[in-house]
């Protein structure tokens, strides 16, 4: 069964730092996922998505994530954070159906100025 | 384009009452979406539809009904309000018939039900 596990609930990073945010999932064929961020009580953006065609995804507002079928891993990376980026970070895979994804249960990203 | 619209922003029922979530869209999306979102649980699916006249159940469909008589709206009618059902409502689209494609989000409707 397909699943996505966020490693953190919580990341705090001063600003012009790095920022991670972890992200494992499952699938039992080649997985369709996604980054979305939510701003503080606002609606769901995309940051970027991967579909096999790189492994490296570059996203909006400087964001990247790399694929790693050997770690089942597709973490969120950043080379250095603004406060601007202070959200929750959803971590999202397709299922079994072309029709439904699964959420990972978010991480929150804290910079601190 | 006004994108995804949902309405109400904020709601208050009580239990055992019924009500009408709306959603529309004006980017002629085939697929539609409606996800809760409660703390520390990420979005789960309730029910989505491919097309106009085709539905059905996501992971948490109990409790609610929904139609898509048009390509345009998608409501979301919660049957016999019970506080479980207190949570965030997102409706969302995307192009073409699966969710391998951006979705787009309306912003979202807080319930309580007391």
């Known amino acids: 069964a397909q699943s996505v596990t966020q490693l953190d609930s919580h990341v705090s990073v001063s600003e012009g730092t790095p920022v991670l945010l972890r992200c494992n999932y499952s699938?039992?064929?080649?997985?369709?996922l996604f980054w979305y961020v939510q701003h503080p009580n606002k609606g769901l953006q995309l940051l970027l998505k991967?579909?096999?065609?790189a492994t490296l995804v570059k996203g909006i507002n400087g964001f990247e994530a790399e694929f790693k079928k050997s770690e089942t891993s597709f973490h969120l990376t950043k080379p250095s954070a603004h406060m601007s980026d202070a959200a929750e970070y959803f971590c999202?895979?397709?299922?079994?159906?072309?029709?439904?994804?699964?959420w990972g249960a978010g991480t929150k990203l804290i910079i601190k100025p | 384009n006004a994108g995804v619209t949902q309405t109400p922003k904020f709601q208050v029922l009580k239990t055992g009452q019924s009500m009408t979530l709306q959603c529309a869209q004006d980017?002629?999306?085939?697929?539609m979406s409606w996800y809760r979102q409660d703390p520390g649980m990420g979005l789960r699916l309730i029910h989505y539809?491919?097309?106009?006249?085709?539905?059905d159940q996501g992971e948490v469909p109990n409790g609610y009904n929904v139609s898509r008589s048009t390509t345009e709206d998608f409501p979301l009618r919660l049957l016999l309000a019970a506080p479980s059902q207190t949570s965030v409502y997102f409706c969302?689209?995307?192009?073409?018939?699966?969710?391998?494609?951006?979705?787009?989000f309306g912003p979202g409707t807080r319930l309580t039900v007391l």
């Open positions: 969302a689209s995307s192009y073409g018939q699966g969710s391998y494609n951006e979705q787009f």
């Open positions: 980017m002629n999306h085939e697929y």
């Open positions: 539809s491919v097309g106009a006249g085709i539905t």
């Open positions: 699938s039992s064929y080649s997985p369709s």
């Open positions: 991967y579909t096999s065609a």
């Open positions: 999202v895979n397709r299922m079994d159906s072309n029709y439904q994804l699964i």
